[in-house]
């Protein structure tokens, strides 16, 4: 696939409203958005852990993580995009093609996609409607690879993974889920719209939610209550945006975390199932679910993988 083999980029750009034309540019020429965020609050390490086959950077002069990338990275480095015109001018598509020229002067392999057209964004999810919550702690991200590795990547869903764990994994996730199996997995990017066949990784400091058509919206304030990310919050924003079409796998972690959202989202009919005890290197959480009577299957990982694939078939079967 086209997709899997695509380079990925990653953004360092001061601009929010830059930054978010240049996800939508960039995702809709075939490239992979690895990582893209504003240089302010950043620490070195961060973009150390980031594995990208190019950095495009527009920043101010005086910048020290962009002296770092200029000076020290491992893979080409793009310094600015040009000035972006208004998506309905007819030099937005120029602009785009002298994007694209300057990314393949650099990349070896540029996708071979057909230019946007003014104000074509990529295609929403939210038309095609299947978005399922994967909450985890600890045992999660082996449970989560197991089952991500078990159900096709052609399926028609996507995923955000919520992951009780320290900041300093949170970019190294999409490495660890992603191997041996063709899903594409990426850090949360402001703008960004979910496709099927990806996993979007909800951020550790800043709370996720979902705009009118569906895209990721970052907020600069942390998760409200004793868990990062929020299960409880990301429940809440998921079923807000996506319901009826979604659902919630709670797989092996410590804690209660979102026991009262999967009750929320049992209630409008929504699925949420669990990772069995005996498969989960701690069973507290999905336990939590269990007991409060709102988990409507529960299986190994694998189990649950085959258990998805069916229903989405089933799912999808009337609309054939």
Same mark, same amino acid.
């Given at each position: 696939?086209?997709?899997?083999? %695509?380079?990925?980029?990653?953004?360092?750009?001061?601009?929010?409203?830059?930054?978010?034309?240049?996800?939508?540019?960039? !995702?809709?020429? @075939?490239?992979?958005?690895?990582? =893209?965020? *504003?240089?302010?609050?950043?620490?070195?390490?961060?973009?150390?852990?980031?594995?990208?086959?190019?950095?495009?950077?527009?920043?101010?002069?005086?910048?020290?993580?962009?002296?770092?990338?200029?000076?020290?990275?491992?893979?080409?480095?793009?310094?600015?995009? $040009?000035?972006?015109?208004?998506?309905?001018?007819?030099?937005?598509?120029?602009?785009?093609?002298?994007?694209?020229?300057?990314?393949?002067?650099?990349?070896?392999?540029?996708?071979?996609?057909? #230019?946007?057209?003014?104000?074509?964004?990529?295609?929403?999810?939210?038309?095609?409607?299947?978005?399922?919550?994967? $909450?985890?702690? #600890? /045992?999660?991200? *082996? =449970?989560?690879?197991?089952?991500?590795? !078990?159900?096709?990547?052609? *399926?028609?869903?996507?995923?955000?993974? *919520?992951? +009780?764990?320290? =900041? $300093?994994?949170? +970019?190294?996730?999409?490495?660890?889920?992603?191997?041996?199996?063709?899903?594409?997995?990426?850090?949360?990017?402001?703008?960004?719209?979910?496709? +099927?066949?990806?996993?979007?990784?909800?951020?550790?400091?800043?709370?996720?939610?979902?705009?009118?058509? /569906?895209?990721?919206?970052?907020?600069?304030?942390?998760?409200?209550?004793?868990?990062?990310? &929020?299960?409880? %919050?990301?429940?809440?924003?998921?079923?807000?945006?996506?319901?009826? +079409?979604? @659902?919630?796998?709670?797989?092996?972690?410590? @804690?209660?975390?979102?026991?009262?959202?999967?009750?929320?989202?049992?209630?409008?009919?929504?699925?949420?199932?669990?990772?069995?005890?005996? !498969?989960?290197?701690?069973?507290?959480?999905?336990?939590?679910?269990?007991?409060?009577?709102?988990?409507?299957?529960? @299986? &190994?990982? !694998?189990?649950?993988? #085959?258990?998805?694939?069916?229903?989405?078939?089933?799912?999808?079967?009337?609309?054939?």
């Amino acid at each position: 696939m086209i997709e899997a083999q %695509a380079p990925a980029i990653a953004l360092l750009v001061s601009d929010e409203g830059g930054r978010r034309v240049l996800v939508r540019t960039l !995702t809709g020429l @075939g490239y992979r958005l690895v990582f =893209a965020a *504003a240089p302010d609050r950043l620490q070195l390490s961060e973009l150390r852990a980031v594995a990208a086959d190019l950095w495009l950077l527009d920043v101010p002069d005086e910048c020290a993580l962009s002296d770092w990338l200029l000076d020290c990275s491992p893979v080409p480095v793009l310094l600015g995009s $040009g000035e972006i015109p208004p998506a309905q001018h007819e030099d937005h598509v120029r602009w785009q093609r002298r994007l694209r020229s300057k990314l393949g002067e650099l990349l070896d392999e540029p996708p071979q996609v057909p #230019l946007l057209q003014p104000a074509l964004a990529t295609p929403v999810l939210r038309q095609q409607r299947s978005v399922w919550l994967l $909450g985890a702690s #600890l /045992g999660g991200p *082996a =449970a989560v690879k197991q089952f991500l590795d !078990t159900l096709p990547a052609e *399926a028609p869903v996507a995923f955000v993974y *919520a992951q +009780h764990i320290d =900041a $300093g994994f949170e +970019h190294q996730l999409p490495q660890i889920l992603g191997r041996q199996n063709a899903w594409r997995i990426r850090n949360c990017i402001e703008g960004s719209q979910l496709q +099927h066949g990806e996993v979007l990784v909800a951020p550790i400091n800043r709370m996720l939610g979902f705009g009118p058509e /569906g895209q990721a919206q970052l907020q600069d304030g942390p998760w409200p209550g004793a868990y990062q990310p &929020s299960l409880e %919050a990301l429940l809440d924003q998921l079923a807000g945006a996506f319901a009826p +079409h979604c @659902g919630a796998i709670i797989f092996s972690g410590m @804690g209660e975390d979102g026991v009262a959202a999967c009750g929320r989202l049992r209630q409008q009919g929504m699925e949420v199932w669990t990772q069995s005890s005996a !498969t989960a290197a701690c069973a507290t959480m999905p336990q939590a679910v269990r007991s409060a009577g709102f988990s409507s299957r529960e @299986g &190994s990982p !694998t189990e649950l993988a #085959l258990a998805l694939h069916q229903w989405l078939e089933q799912e999808r079967a009337p609309d054939a």
